[in-house]
């Protein structure tokens, strides 16, 4: 069973239909609730399909989601954590609420959801895939919130 986080659009959605013929099962996941209906129909015919809708700013929300589908998330074989937001702005003007929301949408929801999973892939060999940058490699101007975000989940997986 695979888990593809932020599934509504980009790389994620894209990534959602081309894996869906090949798993048995999909969980993607997502924020925006109108776009269920639409995204069920294009998926639900070629593979057993679950969609969660949280918000990943929320630490309870996810906590909530964690805890209420646990069974059916203990079985999850990969888990690609994709979600993620971006940011650009002179780190000079930029807010400390700014770097709060980078940090929770892109590190610490990964984090929890992470820690949840792990005991089971010790048992299952499940594996983690990262959507990262390559940006988070060296410093690139105005994405200060963004890559000290992106530059965490490298040290985190990393470990
Ligand atoms: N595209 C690039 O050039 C590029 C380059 C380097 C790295 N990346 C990384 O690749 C990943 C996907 O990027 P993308 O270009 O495919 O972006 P995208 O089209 O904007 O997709 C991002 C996804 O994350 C979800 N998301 C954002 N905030 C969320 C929240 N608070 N809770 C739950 N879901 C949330 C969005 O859901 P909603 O639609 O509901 O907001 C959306 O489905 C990101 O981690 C990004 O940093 C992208």
């Given at each position: 069973m695979i888990w593809?986080?932020?599934s509504s659009s980009g790389i994620a959605w894209s990534s959602a239909t081309s894996l869906a013929p090949f798993a048995k099962r999909l969980i993607?996941?997502?924020r925006k609730k109108d776009k269920l209906e639409e995204l069920s129909k294009q998926l639900s015919s070629k593979?057993?399909?679950k969609i969660l809708a949280f918000d990943m700013q929320n630490e309870s929300e996810i906590a909530d989601v964690l805890r209420e589908y646990e069974t059916e998330l203990s079985e999850v074989?990969?888990?690609i954590h994709n979600a993620g937001i971006s940011m650009r702005s002179l780190a000079?003007?930029?807010?400390m609420e700014v770097y709060r929301t980078m940090m929770q949408v892109n590190y610490f929801s990964i984090v929890q959801i992470s820690q949840f999973l792990l005991p089971y892939f010790m048992k299952n060999q499940g594996h983690?895939?990262?959507i990262n940058s390559m940006a988070d490699k060296f410093g690139v101007p105005y994405r200060s919130g963004y890559l000290a975000s992106k530059m965490a989940l490298n040290g985190?997986?990393?470990a």
């Open positions: 593809i986080t932020g993607i996941s997502l593979v057993e399909l074989d990969i888990m000079q003007n930029t807010e983690f895939v990262v985190y997986f990393g």
